[in-house]
């Protein structure tokens, strides 16, 4: 079973998929700088006022439990660009086991058309992934978080004991969210242990997220 995020090594990311207009469609008159970038990321108090800076920095989407899913393990790998974005944040419930982590890439129509096509590979190989044991059960499903931005896809794992509603009672539980706007994607990864996992706080996130994200693109 899963019980802690550092425990987990190997693969997955993305589901819901709706249908996004191509990443050419929409283009800034000027990419963004660094900075900019960097100003769109979410603050502390955009979660609430009991988050604070995280000191642990993940940047790693692959999670054990696909490596037993050829397709969905191959898949991930191509959203691992965006896990390396330079402009990142890390964020976490004071005294907690839930954090939300972001990261944001801006590029040529290209590339970003590269990784939205990687984002709707994950979603087709990675949302109906199960593995069951005597001892635990992990699933991945789509995660609708409703129409933002120029194309969503979003995923969940939960990890629990057999026999239990995982959407309700789960050891472990990750939400994450992929979204475009114009030649630009972000990723939000929401994760929390032992019942400290609000899931509310993903699409909440995921609305102020693209807002100040487009804001920036906007001034950009």
Not at 4 to 10: E, F, G
Not at 38 to 63: I, Q, S
Not at 113 to 130: F, G, I, P, Q
């Amino acid at each position: 079973m899963i019980i802690h995020r550092s425990l987990l090594a190997t693969g997955l990311l993305c589901g819901m998929l709706l249908t996004p207009t191509p990443a050419s469609a929409a283009i800034s008159p000027q990419p963004p700088s660094p900075d900019q970038l960097k100003a769109a990321l979410l603050l502390p108090e955009n979660l609430g006022e009991d988050f604070t800076h995280n000191t642990t920095r993940n940047r790693d989407p692959l999670y054990d439990m696909v490596t037993r899913s050829k397709a969905c393990t191959t898949a991930v790998k191509g959203i691992v660009p965006l896990y390396r974005a330079k402009s990142a944040t890390w964020l976490k419930k004071k005294d907690k086991w839930e954090g939300m982590s972001q990261y944001i890439v801006s590029g040529t129509r290209g590339k970003i058309s590269a990784l939205e096509r990687a984002a709707k590979k994950m979603v087709r190989d990675c949302s109906h992934v199960t593995v069951t044991s005597d001892a635990a059960k992990d699933t991945i499903r789509k995660l609708p978080v409703g129409k933002l931005g120029d194309g969503v896809y979003g995923i969940k794992l939960r990890s629990g004991f057999p026999g239990k509603n995982l959407d309700k009672d789960s050891m472990v539980a990750i939400d994450i969210v992929i979204i475009r706007v114009e030649n630009t994607m972000m990723v939000l990864d929401h994760d929390g242990h032992v019942g400290e996992f609000d899931p509310s706080l993903t699409r909440s996130a995921a609305e102020t997220a693209t807002r100040r994200l487009r804001e920036i693109l906007q001034a950009s």
